[in-house]
């Protein structure tokens, strides 16, 4: 009778040890691979982002043209409500002064840029080949100016939408890698205006085993009468493990119209509840 009640406990102790196993392994975080986000062309959310992930990102920067400059600011919400699925909602400001004080210039008003919606989803991890691809979509409601808005015109310009693609590579342990690419097209009812443009966004990176990293994202984008390509040297610091410091440096390849331009962003990334 002791040996069949020792066997019986034995069996029991096995039963749980192997379901617990199985409950361990069915709790297994899905596999991540960490690349280098761009700070300027930034993504909805990391790749293969995980379920309760978020982040805040404030950020502000100076753009030079012609005859007037440009100050931008923002705020960003990102968020994963699911295993790499990775949402945003964005809000740009832009606020212009002219260089010169000519009557005869034409000055953009003031305004929110408007209102962006994105989704991005992760479709393929690869550990062997260092690789992850997603696919996602971004809205934009776009607004009239502060002027504007005070003289009757209602908030709402026009919208764009941009479908993309996203692939990113690691090679060895610091060197990273990633494109980006979408076409672009923007409405403006009220003024019949259509228009299609096309991005492809590359960068590398080299990144220490801190997180900090220094490297350069080239943006490319141009349509049927327009091009314009902008190299911008950047680098992220880590200052703890929740916070970090983005600087961005814009260098257009066309002087003629357009000049230098700087960005710093702040990146929150609260701690997760366990």
Avoid: C
Avoid at 231 to 239: G, S, T
């Amino acid at each position: 009778m002791k040996q069949i009640l020792i066997s019986i406990f034995l069996l029991a102790v096995l039963n749980l040890s192997a379901f617990a196993q199985k409950d361990s392994s069915a709790k297994k975080l899905p596999l991540k691979i960490r690349h280098a986000e761009p700070l300027y062309m930034d993504l909805i959310r990391d790749l293969g982002a995980r379920k309760g992930e978020k982040e805040w990102n404030v950020g502000y920067g100076i753009e030079g043209h012609k005859d007037y400059t440009i100050n931008h600011s923002f705020v960003e919400y990102e968020f994963s409500p699911l295993n790499r699925l990775g949402l945003e909602v964005e809000i740009p400001f832009a606020f212009y002064r002219g260089v010169q004080s000519s009557e005869n210039i034409e000055i953009p008003r003031n305004r929110i840029e408007g209102l962006k919606l994105a989704a991005q989803y992760t479709f393929f991890v690869s550990e062997k080949h260092q690789m992850s691809m997603a696919g996602g979509y971004m809205h934009e409601f776009r607004t009239h100016s502060f002027y504007s808005i005070d003289h009757g015109r209602g908030m709402l310009k026009g919208n764009s939408v941009t479908p993309f693609f996203i692939v990113a590579r690691k090679f060895g342990k610091h060197i990273n890698t990633m494109l980006y690419t979408g076409p672009e097209w923007e409405f403006v009812p009220e003024e019949s205006k259509r228009s299609l443009y096309y991005q492809v966004n590359a960068s590398m990176h080299y990144v220490l085993a801190s997180g900090n990293f220094v490297g350069v994202e080239v943006n490319d984008e141009f349509s049927a009468a327009t091009h314009q390509m902008v190299f911008r040297p950047q680098m992220k610091l880590i200052l703890n493990p929740n916070l970090a410091l983005g600087l961005v440096t814009g260098i257009p390849t066309n002087f003629r119209t357009d000049g230098m331009s700087f960005m710093a962003r702040i990146i929150f990334e609260p701690r997760s509840k366990k």
